[in-house]
């Protein structure tokens, strides 16, 4: 299966709307960084995402790995926080599949690096589209009303115009 590396945000929210699995179901295995991990769970204080990436670890799908270039995240923390720098830098070392960015300086950064990147909305279009889950517009919802993520209106409207819902 591909490798997949993920920030903080995409398991934070995916665990906030009940969708964490589709990572599984998608890439086997998620690589996050020490960053990340102490963001999610040390830090999370039972918040969505805490006690999944928490099991996701013990049961083995999701592995904390350091990059091993200082250097290159200390670059990188100059315009992103720890946890976006850590999993690009750890990209940079790794070439994995995918890695999963929902902020936009940090997208930003992955494609000056040719880093292929997603985020939150591209797993649940490619959800529906493999028919995984039954409403996009549901799940969007779900996600900005529940999970606290900003979605724009014009990203809502074109995501839905991909699945054909709008």
Do not use: C
């Amino acid at each position: 299966m591909p490798e997949a590396i993920s920030d903080s945000s995409t398991l934070i929210h995916l665990a906030g709307i009940g969708r964490l699995e589709l990572l599984k179901e998608f890439y086997g295995k998620i690589l996050i960084t020490p960053a990340v991990w102490v963001e999610v769970v040390e830090e999370g204080q039972n918040r969505p995402g805490t006690r999944e990436v928490k099991e996701a670890n013990s049961s083995g799908w999701i592995k904390v790995i350091a990059p091993t270039n200082e250097s290159v995240v200390r670059l990188l923390e100059r315009e992103l926080h720890k946890g976006e720098a850590e999993a690009i830098a750890l990209a940079i070392e790794r070439h994995p599949e995918v890695i999963f960015l929902d902020e936009l300086e940090a997208r930003r950064v992955a494609n000056v690096y040719g880093l292929h990147r997603t985020g939150v909305i591209g797993i649940l279009i490619r959800a529906k589209l493999e028919g995984k889950v039954a409403s996009l517009r549901e799940d969007l919802d779900r996600l900005r009303n529940e999970a606290g993520f900003w979605i724009g209106d014009e990203v809502y409207r074109r995501a839905l115009q991909v699945v054909a819902e709008e």
